[in-house]
Every structure is written in C-alpha cells, then in structure tokens.
Nanobody, 123 residues
Framework: QVQLVESGGGLVQAGGSLRLSCAAS????????MGWFRQAPGKEREFVAL?????????YYTDSVKGRFTISRDNAKNTVYLQMNSLKPEDTAVYYC???????????????WGQGTQVTVSS
C-alpha cells in the first residue's frame, strides 16, 4: 500500500516556474515507477512524465513538456519531484502523482494516486 500526497501547486505567470513534490508513504517506494499526470477542465487525464526505479531512473516525457519539465526522485526521502519551467497557460491543470509496478503511460495502469494539486498559469 502506498499513499501519495502532492504539494507545490499554485498560480504563476506565463514563463514562470513551479516545483511539485509528491511524498509517498511505505517502505517500497523505490520499487515503483512514479508518474505525473494532469487533467484540465473538460479534458481527460493525460500523461506528463515518469521516472523508473532506482537511483538513476530512466525518465520519459510527453512531447509538450520536453525541455521544460524535469522529473526526479529521492528514494531516501520517498519523494518524487516535477520541476516545471517556462510554464504556459496550456499547462494549467490539476497535477497528480501516481505509482505503478511498471513503465506505463496510461492512467488506468497506475495503482496508487495522490489527491492532486492545482497549477494555474496566467497569460
């Protein structure tokens, strides 16, 4: 069982930065692939980024955030981060972190979810 709690969302102007954090409970954090997803009003939840197991986990990003967002994890702190730079109004959404047993891009394949944190980017 893994419980996830996101933080770090807020209101920022276009071009600004935010860092999201996701704190996980449980001693098996390092064995999970950790992903970030987002959901804008009226849209489906979409994949943003993921990081695989271990200290030097592989990372994957959706095309729209490549070069602007960076996912990382600190297994000693049971925390995964999403550094978001050069934010755009279209990045506005509720951001969720999630845990899965494998590398997946579909939300339905993730086992555990946080409650979400709102990110609003003004133009």
């Amino acid at each position: 069982q893994v419980q996830l709690v996101e933080s770090g969302g807020g209101l920022v102007q276009a071009g600004g930065s935010l860092r999201l954090s996701c704190a996980a409970s449980g001693r098996t954090f390092s064995s999970y692939v950790m992903g970030w997803f987002r959901q804008a009003p009226g849209k489906e939840r979409e994949f943003v980024a993921l990081i695989s197991w271990g200290r030097g986990g592989s990372t994957y990003y959706t095309d729209s955030v490549k070069g602007r967002f960076t996912i990382s994890r600190d297994n000693a702190k049971n925390t995964v981060y999403l550094q978001m730079n050069s934010l755009k109004p279209e990045d506005t959404a509720v951001y969720y972190c999630a845990a899965a047993g494998g590398i997946h891009y579909r939300p339905s394949l993730y086992d555990y979810w946080g409650q979400g944190t709102q990110v609003t980017v003004s133009s």
